[in-house]
């Protein structure tokens, strides 16, 4: 029966150096043999290609019994041509290129054999082979040792060993060559392998150096006997692309013996495993092999399979769907350490695991991978694995046991997210150490898992799981970092030990944020962990002690802490608010909290047994007052209001020591006590320290300084103390003494004038608590002081200094001064001015100058004293009268004493009247007196204020008459004239005076006026008016 199988694949080209390109064509293939033409010859002879030769077999149908050779030199190309292969043996005929041949086959050819249907079986030679060793046919050998392009044809039926050993790997196409490219072809039903890369001579093919690195593109193998393509050598490296590989009762592609390369676009499914690396690398060999974009899909066990050692690194891959796990990281016991690197890829659907490591250690990176929805766990690290895998930014989710299963195992979980795992998201048992950090944890059972193991959790999100974490079995565990939020509980804790720091729990709104299960003597520490929103933050089920400190709990409806079964636990500088309760007690609990400042109506004793204590901390740092050195061993003890000693500690090295001092107890009487109390502090040889009613609502720290007992130390000479003053109650200084204790220091002071035997007591006894003196009365001048101060301690001990100071004064000096305006008018104040003030040498302190102005006048042949005062330099004009002598008298004064005067003498005297103008100008009518054109005394002034009385001292034309009561001029031109004139008036005061009265011009200007001839005289007689 005749199969036809057509293929299409994108074009593409191969370009090699030194390799014809060819074109991609559709392949026929036979499924049981091939039926050749008609014209189909026989041969039975050897075909052969000897040196310096170059055949050619093109469009031939050929049955073939016998051999053909390519020789060392030869070439050969068979293009088009069907070749069936005979024999009566298994492999007895077949093609074979030796090293220096050169086989070119293109062009459609069909390479198959004659009977494919005798059945053979072999022997299972070595125990725990799964493979099945039976065949059927006559097979046909093709061994490449020289150079081959094979290209787009088909190949059926080759043979391959059988034997079942460890070393039975020759089948199919034998590559023994690197110039080798297989390109665009169907291998189908072959015997061992499709393609077998390695050194057919060497019978173990492990020799070091040796192995080959053909290259392999769009090639399709169907089932074979054991693998698709076997790769066997410590250099063989082929390169393999855009192939698919079905069928093959054991791997796909096996790299065996410190082989590996390049695995690209390549399918593999429907083998027992898809893919197998075991390069033995435990026997002194390395290999890498880089795999992308490939499809390890629908295999009867797994995906891939990793053997002894070597590195593998998949990208862009997939394990899907598989009948085992996806990967299989590890399965031989032999020494060396497989690493795996799997990157952004799939393995989903696996009726098995996802991936696991079997045996023996693995280093593995899985990096952006999802693992889904397979048959058992995500990852399966079992307890024979001994597993460091770091799995990261992957998703892990709905697989049918657990996401990741670590037994025993080690490795890392990062910034992966893991839910609806059905069995739970993580579980790590039997001394798993697993570090799982910022991963995303939510929808399962249990999000984290462990028992009997101390994996490290931190800063993960967990939420929405049934238990957030579950810690079970012996051993210290710690969580750090962590946010629970909306599980049923957010963390169940039944380990000896564990420590929970710097972890938020919130929204655990149903049940409880925390339950710590310590029966049994066990003990757990919680730090600087956020409860928000809870039902109850936290339950303490008995145990030897449970620690909390700097938490922070918040808006629970239940209670913040809740005791029960015989729990003990402490409470240290932590915050509660907004709670139903902060605290509650049962079943003979004990809680203490510290620094809390939890009010007793937050707290709840649900029976007769429990209690509950809350203190403040009260600390001090105790230091030598003079060297602040820390005094070690000094006794602090709290004391209750009814002198019970509370609580006690001695100072460490560094001067420290603290106590908890109880503010209230509430019993299971419901009865709350309250507690003030007092602090104090003692060493021997030191001044005690003693501070009653201590605050006891808020921690309290306390800086003391103990001091020894010792006397103060005056120095000598006292200091810079006066020796001269000139105050009139001078204010006394001294340097205060050196104190050891540095204790507040007194002084008494005592002070005797000229002598301290027999002198005036001026002061007796005084107290102060300042190194300085006031004195409460003036002092005389020009005398000597004797002072005695003693100062003295809180504990009486004291020292003694004398020193003495004169009381001197300078006088300021006479000042510079003149009137500001001499002599002067009787209506005019008189005024002194300092031209150049008094100085005084006298700075202890400077000196405040005034004046002292005395003024006199000389009345009756003496001075008398008109006015004094301090700074009085304006003498009122009312004080003085005209031809006063007037003398002023300038005394300067320091506040002690005046300097030398200085005297001023002046007159108060009559001034002459003043013209206020030169002139004033006028007009007038002929033959018309006038009065009242200027106003006299407007034109004129008088300094002293006389009244003044005017005359007319010239006049020509124009005549003036002045009324000497009103002072009203008239002025009266001559008859019958016109034209200009002037007259001189003058203004008198009465008063005899030295200097001329001042007089002023007044110009006249006369107007005519057309008026009738009057007749005066007729013949020299004269005529009367109207006459």
Same mark, same amino acid.
């Given at each position: 029966?005749?199969?036809?199988?057509?293929?299409?694949?994108?074009?593409?080209?191969?370009?090699?150096?030194?390799?014809?390109?060819?074109?991609?064509?559709?392949?026929?293939?036979?499924?049981?043999?091939?039926?050749?033409?008609?014209?189909?010859?026989?041969?039975?002879?050897?075909?052969?290609?000897?040196?310096?030769?170059?055949?050619?077999?093109?469009?031939?149908?050929?049955?073939?019994?016998?051999?053909?050779?390519?020789?060392?030199?030869?070439?050969?190309?068979?293009?088009?041509?069907?070749?069936?292969?005979?024999?009566?043996?298994?492999?007895?005929?077949?093609?074979?290129?030796?090293?220096?041949?050169?086989?070119?086959?293109?062009?459609?050819?069909?390479?198959?054999?004659?009977?494919?249907?005798?059945?053979?079986?072999? &022997?299972?030679?070595i125990q725990g082979i799964t493979f099945s060793m039976e065949s059927w046919g006559i097979h046909w050998k093709f061994?490449?040792?020289?150079?081959?392009?094979?290209?787009?044809?088909?190949?059926?039926?080759?043979?391959?060993?059988?034997?079942?050993?460890?070393?039975?790997?020759?089948?199919?196409?034998?590559?023994?060559?690197?110039?080798?490219?297989?390109?665009?072809?169907?291998?189908?039903?072959?015997?061992?392998?499709?393609?077998?890369?390695?050194?057919?001579?060497?019978?173990?093919?492990?020799?070091?150096?040796?192995?080959?690195?053909?290259?392999?593109?769009?090639?399709?193998?169907?089932n074979t006997t054991r693998y698709g393509i076997f790769v066997g050598g410590d250099k063989s490296s082929p390169t393999?692309?855009?192939?698919?590989?079905?069928?093959?009762?054991?791997?796909?592609?096996?790299?065996?013996?410190?082989?590996?390369?390049?695995?690209?676009?390549?399918?593999?499914?429907?083998? &027992?495993?898809?893919?197998?690396?075991?390069?033995?690398?435990?026997?002194?060999?390395?290999?890498?092999?880089?795999?992308?974009?490939?499809?390890?899909?629908?295999? %009867?066990?797994?995906? /891939?399979?990793?053997?002894?050692?070597?590195?593998?690194?998949?990208?862009?891959?997939?394990?899907?769907?598989?009948?085992?796990?996806?990967?299989?990281?590890?399965?031989?016991?032999?020494?060396?350490?497989?690493?795996?690197?799997?990157?952004?890829?799939?393995?989903?659907?696996?009726?098995?695991?996802?991936?696991?490591?079997?045996?023996?250690?693995?280093?593995?990176?899985?990096?952006?991978?999802?693992?889904?929805?397979?048959?058992?766990?995500?990852?399966?690290?079992?307890?024979?694995?001994?597993?460091?895998?770091?799995?990261?930014?992957?998703?892990?989710?709905?697989?049918?046991?657990?996401?990741?299963?670590?037994?025993?195992?080690?490795?890392?979980?990062?910034?992966?997210?893991?839910?609806?795992?059905?069995?739970? %998201?993580?579980?790590?048992?039997?001394?798993?150490?697993?570090?799982?950090?910022?991963?995303?944890?939510?929808?399962?059972?249990?999000?984290?898992?462990?028992?009997?193991?101390?994996?490290?959790?931190?800063?993960?999100?967990?939420?929405?799981?049934?238990?957030?974490?579950?810690?079970?079995?012996?051993?210290?565990?710690?969580?750090?970092?962590?946010? /629970?939020?909306?599980?049923?509980?957010?963390?169940?804790?039944?380990?000896?030990?564990?420590?929970?720091?710097?972890?938020?729990?919130?929204?655990?709104?149903?049940?409880?944020?925390?339950?710590?299960?310590?029966?049994?003597?066990?003990?757990?520490?919680?730090?600087?962990?956020?409860?928000?929103?809870?039902?109850?933050?936290?339950?303490?089920?008995?145990?030897?002690?449970?620690?909390?400190?700097?938490?922070?709990?918040?808006?629970?409806?239940?209670?913040?802490?809740?005791?029960?079964?015989?729990?003990?636990?402490?409470?240290?500088?932590?915050?509660?608010?907004?709670?139903?309760?902060?605290?509650?007690?049962?079943?003979?609990?004990?809680?203490?909290? /510290?620094?809390?400042?939890?009010?007793?109506?937050?707290?709840?004793i649900q029976d007769r047994d429990s209690e509950f204590w809350h203190y403040w901390r009260v600390s001090v740092e105790?230091?030598?007052?003079?060297?602040?050195?820390?005094?070690?061993?000094?006794?602090?003890?709290?004391?209750?209001?009814?002198?019970?000693?509370?609580?006690?500690?001695?100072?460490?090295?560094?001067?420290?020591?603290?106590?908890?001092?109880?503010?209230?107890?509430?019993?299971?009487?419901?009865?709350?006590?309250?507690?003030?109390?007092?602090?104090?502090?003692?060493?021997?040889?030191?001044?005690?320290?003693?501070?009653?009613?201590?605050?006891?609502?808020?921690?309290?720290?306390?800086?003391?300084?103990?001091? &020894?007992?010792?006397?103060?130390?005056?120095?000598?000479?006292?200091?810079?103390?006066?020796?001269?003053?000139?105050?009139?109650?001078?204010?006394?200084?001294?340097?205060?003494?050196?104190?050891?204790?540095?204790?507040?220091?007194?002084?008494?002071?005592?002070?005797?004038?000229?002598?301290?035997?027999?002198?005036?007591?001026?002061?007796?006894?005084?107290?102060?608590?300042?190194?300085?003196?006031?004195?409460?009365?003036?002092?005389?001048? %020009?005398?000597?002081?004797?002072?005695?101060?003693?100062?003295?301690?809180?504990?009486?001990?004291?020292?003694?200094?004398?020193?003495?100071?004169?009381?001197?004064?300078?006088?300021?000096?006479?000042?510079?001064?003149?009137?500001?305006?001499?002599?002067?008018?009787?209506?005019?104040?008189?005024?002194?001015?300092?031209?150049?003030?008094?100085?005084?040498?006298?700075?202890?302190?400077?000196?405040?100058?005034?004046?002292?102005?005395?003024?006199?006048?000389?009345?009756?042949?003496?001075?008398?004293?008109?006015?004094?005062?301090?700074?009085?330099?304006?003498?009122?004009?009312?004080?003085?009268?005209?031809?006063?002598?007037?003398?002023?008298?300038?005394?300067?004064?320091?506040?002690?004493?005046?300097?030398?005067?200085?005297?001023?003498?002046?007159?108060?005297?009559?001034?002459?009247?003043?013209?206020?103008?030169?002139?004033?100008?006028?007009?007038?009518?002929?033959?018309?007196?006038?009065?009242?054109?200027?106003?006299?005394?407007?034109?004129?002034?008088?300094?002293?204020?006389?009244?003044?009385?005017?005359?007319?001292?010239?006049?020509?034309?124009?005549?003036?008459?002045?009324?000497?009561?009103?002072?009203?001029?008239? /002025?009266?031109?001559?008859?019958?004239?016109?034209?200009?004139?002037?007259?001189?008036?003058?203004?008198?005061?009465?008063?005899?005076?030295?200097?001329?009265?001042?007089?002023?011009?007044?110009?006249?200007?006369?107007?005519?006026? %057309?008026?009738?001839?009057?007749?005066?005289?007729?013949?020299?007689?004269?005529?009367?008016?109207?006459?």
């Amino acid at each position: 029966m005749m199969i036809r199988k057509t293929f299409l694949v994108a074009v593409s080209v191969l370009v090699l150096v030194g390799v014809p390109i060819f074109s991609l064509t559709s392949v026929e293939g036979a499924g049981d043999g091939q039926d050749l033409g008609p014209g189909a010859t026989t041969v039975t002879t050897d075909y052969e290609v000897l040196s310096g030769e170059t055949k050619e077999i093109t469009d031939e149908d050929w049955e073939l019994n016998a051999n053909i050779y390519v020789r060392n030199g030869g070439t050969l190309y068979i293009n088009n041509t069907k070749i069936k292969w005979g024999g009566t043996t298994d492999g007895e005929y077949g093609l074979y290129v030796d090293n220096g041949g050169v086989l070119y086959i293109d062009q459609n050819c069909n390479f198959t054999a004659q009977d494919t249907t005798t059945h053979q079986y072999r &022997e299972k030679v070595i125990q725990g082979i799964t493979f099945s060793m039976e065949s059927w046919g006559i097979h046909w050998k093709f061994y490449v040792r020289g150079t081959a392009r094979i290209n787009n044809s088909y190949f059926g039926y080759m043979w391959g060993e059988t034997g079942g050993y460890i070393t039975d790997h020759e089948g199919g196409i034998v590559c023994a060559s690197d110039d080798i490219i297989i390109y665009n072809c169907v291998i189908q039903y072959t015997e061992c392998n499709a393609i077998a890369i390695l050194n057919p001579d060497l019978a173990d093919y492990q020799s070091q150096g040796d192995g080959f690195s053909p290259r392999i593109d769009r090639v399709t193998i169907d089932n074979t006997t054991r693998y698709g393509i076997f790769v066997g050598g410590d250099k063989s490296s082929p390169t393999i692309t855009n192939s698919t590989i079905r069928g093959a009762p054991v791997q796909g592609i096996s790299y065996f013996v410190g082989a590996d390369g390049y695995l690209n676009d390549t399918t593999i499914s429907g083998c &027992e495993d898809g893919l197998e690396l075991d390069p033995v690398t435990g026997s002194g060999y390395s290999a890498t092999l880089l795999v992308n974009r490939c499809h390890f899909d629908g295999n %009867n066990n797994s995906g /891939f399979t990793a053997g002894r050692g070597g590195t593998v690194k998949f990208r862009n891959s997939t394990f899907n769907n598989n009948k085992g796990p996806g990967v299989i990281m590890q399965v031989s016991t032999s020494s060396g350490i497989q690493s795996i690197e799997i990157y952004d890829s799939e393995v989903k659907n696996n009726a098995k695991e996802g991936l696991t490591a079997l045996v023996n250690t693995v280093s593995a990176i899985i990096q952006n991978v999802e693992i889904a929805e397979n048959g058992g766990n995500g990852i399966w690290l079992p307890a024979t694995s001994n597993s460091a895998p770091y799995i990261v930014d992957s998703s892990i989710h709905d697989n049918g046991r657990y996401g990741i299963y670590s037994n025993g195992s080690a490795g890392y979980v990062q910034g992966t997210e893991l839910y609806r795992n059905d069995l739970g %998201n993580i579980f790590a048992v039997n001394g798993s150490t697993i570090s799982i950090s910022s991963s995303d944890i939510h929808h399962a059972d249990y999000g984290i898992k462990v028992l009997d193991a101390a994996p490290s959790i931190s800063d993960n999100d967990l939420r929405l799981n049934g238990v957030g974490v579950n810690l079970d079995g012996s051993g210290a565990l710690s969580l750090g970092g962590n946010t /629970f939020f909306s599980n049923e509980i957010g963390l169940f804790s039944r380990v000896d030990d564990v420590a929970v720091q710097q972890n938020n729990f919130d929204s655990h709104s149903s049940n409880t944020a925390m339950i710590l299960d310590l029966r049994g003597d066990k003990t757990a520490n919680v730090r600087f962990c956020n409860f928000t929103n809870n039902k109850d933050a936290v339950k303490i089920y008995g145990g030897e002690v449970a620690r909390f400190q700097n938490i922070s709990v918040t808006g629970s409806s239940g209670s913040a802490l809740f005791g029960r079964y015989g729990a003990n636990f402490t409470v240290r500088t932590s915050e509660f608010s907004g709670n139903t309760m902060d605290f509650i007690l049962n079943d003979a609990s004990t809680g203490k909290a /510290f620094s809390c400042g939890t009010p007793s109506s937050k707290v709840t004793i649900q029976d007769r047994d429990s209690e509950f204590w809350h203190y403040w901390r009260v600390s001090v740092e105790v230091m030598n007052n003079v060297t602040l050195a820390p005094v070690t061993d000094a006794n602090m003890v709290i004391y209750s209001d009814e002198g019970e000693a509370l609580a006690s500690e001695e100072t460490f090295f560094d001067g420290t020591a603290a106590v908890d001092s109880p503010q209230y107890m509430i019993d299971g009487s419901g009865m709350t006590s309250y507690m003030p109390v007092n602090l104090t502090v003692a060493k021997e040889n030191y001044i005690p320290f003693w501070e009653p009613d201590l605050p006891n609502t808020e921690d309290h720290h306390e800086v003391v300084y103990l001091a &020894e007992n010792r006397a103060p130390s005056l120095p000598f000479p006292p200091g810079n103390q006066p020796t001269i003053t000139h105050q009139n109650r001078p204010l006394l200084t001294w340097l205060p003494p050196y104190d050891w204790n540095q204790d507040k220091i007194g002084y008494k002071v005592n002070v005797w004038q000229d002598d301290m035997s027999t002198g005036q007591h001026v002061v007796v006894d005084a107290i102060v608590h300042n190194p300085q003196y006031m004195f409460s009365k003036n002092l005389r001048y %020009n005398h000597e002081f004797w002072v005695e101060v003693v100062a003295f301690d809180p504990w009486g001990l004291s020292d003694t200094t004398v020193f003495s100071f004169r009381t001197v004064n300078t006088p300021p000096t006479s000042p510079v001064a003149s009137f500001v305006e001499a002599p002067v008018p009787s209506l005019v104040d008189l005024e002194v001015r300092i031209d150049n003030a008094s100085t005084d040498s006298d700075t202890n302190p400077v000196d405040n100058i005034t004046y002292l102005v005395e003024w006199y006048a000389f009345r009756e042949d003496t001075w008398i004293i008109i006015m004094s005062g301090s700074n009085q330099f304006i003498l009122d004009h009312n004080l003085t009268f005209e031809g006063d002598k007037i003398r002023a008298v300038i005394k300067p004064f320091d506040g002690i004493e005046y300097g030398v005067p200085v005297t001023l003498e002046t007159q108060v005297v009559n001034f002459v009247p003043q013209a206020l103008v030169d002139y004033v100008e006028i007009e007038l009518n002929e033959d018309e007196p006038a009065t009242g054109l200027i106003n006299l005394s407007a034109l004129f002034t008088d300094r002293d204020g006389d009244d003044l009385s005017f005359n007319v001292k010239i006049q020509r034309n124009v005549g003036a008459e002045i009324d000497k009561v009103t002072n009203a001029i008239t /002025f009266i031109p001559d008859p019958n004239w016109m034209g200009k004139d002037y007259l001189i008036i003058e203004a008198l005061d009465s008063k005899p005076h030295a200097e001329d009265n001042p007089t002023i011009q007044v110009n006249i200007t006369v107007k005519g006026v %057309n008026d009738a001839p009057v007749i005066t005289e007729v013949n020299d007689k004269v005529v009367e008016k109207g006459s």
